[in-house]
């Protein structure tokens, strides 16, 4: 287990940081295998942190796919800010707020994938509904949203949203990791 100071630091001042260590090398191997790299890629990620999964998704996707990564805590913010590549925009926000971040970006793009780490189980089910809500409809069709959750009380919330959930657990995470890759139009 890799325990970061900066996510201590961050998690005593903000319990919606919700972990004091990344997400494993394991997990993170795990949870990018189901993305496509071979594709230029629109990519929107919830709650990057220190960056356990958005530096490693930057070395394997293609040159002309982007990332937009939404972070609300202000010293993560600050921390992944360091990262230099022009195909990460990082905002300093929260979910609830992606239409309104969307407007202010100018972007009424689709995602091909939504990758989320934020932790579901601390939010009240409407603000959780909503964030799903807002996640399915800024999906393109055939797009997946990958949450990684240590707790199983998303699932049901996801199957209402979702045609397709794939679910795996991954115990090399403490804690272990659930993973969801969810679709709602699957190809098959
Ligand atoms: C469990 S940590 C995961 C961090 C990182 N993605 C990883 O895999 O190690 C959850 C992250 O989501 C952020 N977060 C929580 N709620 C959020 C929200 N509503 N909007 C944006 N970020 C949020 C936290 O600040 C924290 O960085």
């Given at each position: 287990m890799r325990i970061s100071p900066l996510l201590i630091k961050s998690s005593i001042q903000d319990s919606k940081v919700a972990t004091i260590s990344p997400t494993s090398k394991t997990a993170t191997k795990k949870i990018i295998n189901t993305i496509d790299p071979t594709k230029d890629l629109n990519i929107l990620e919830y709650g990057p942190g220190t960056g356990a999964l958005t530096i490693p998704l930057l070395k394997k996707i293609s040159p002309e796919s982007k990332i937009l990564a939404i972070e609300r805590n202000q010293r993560l913010y600050?921390?992944?800010?360091?990262?230099?590549?022009g195909r990460l925009k990082l905002i300093k926000g929260d979910v609830l707020n992606l239409p309104q971040i969307l407007r202010g970006l100018n972007?009424?793009?689709?995602?091909?994938?939504?990758?989320?780490?934020?932790p579901f189980s601390f939010?009240?089910?409407a603000k959780a509904e909503k964030i799903l809500e807002?996640?399915?409809?800024?999906?393109t069709r055939e797009g997946k949203f990958i949450a990684y959750q240590f707790s199983p009380k998303l699932k049901s919330l996801l199957s209402t949203k979702f045609s397709s959930i794939q679910e795996s657990k991954t115990l090399l995470n403490i804690p272990p990791l659930r993973i969801y890759v969810c679709q709602k139009n699957p190809k098959n």
């Amino acid at each position: 287990m890799r325990i970061s100071p900066l996510l201590i630091k961050s998690s005593i001042q903000d319990s919606k940081v919700a972990t004091i260590s990344p997400t494993s090398k394991t997990a993170t191997k795990k949870i990018i295998n189901t993305i496509d790299p071979t594709k230029d890629l629109n990519i929107l990620e919830y709650g990057p942190g220190t960056g356990a999964l958005t530096i490693p998704l930057l070395k394997k996707i293609s040159p002309e796919s982007k990332i937009l990564a939404i972070e609300r805590n202000q010293r993560l913010y600050n921390h992944l800010s360091n990262v230099e590549d022009g195909r990460l925009k990082l905002i300093k926000g929260d979910v609830l707020n992606l239409p309104q971040i969307l407007r202010g970006l100018n972007l009424r793009e689709e995602f091909n994938i939504i990758l989320s780490g934020i932790p579901f189980s601390f939010l009240p089910e409407a603000k959780a509904e909503k964030i799903l809500e807002q996640t399915e409809k800024s999906l393109t069709r055939e797009g997946k949203f990958i949450a990684y959750q240590f707790s199983p009380k998303l699932k049901s919330l996801l199957s209402t949203k979702f045609s397709s959930i794939q679910e795996s657990k991954t115990l090399l995470n403490i804690p272990p990791l659930r993973i969801y890759v969810c679709q709602k139009n699957p190809k098959n």
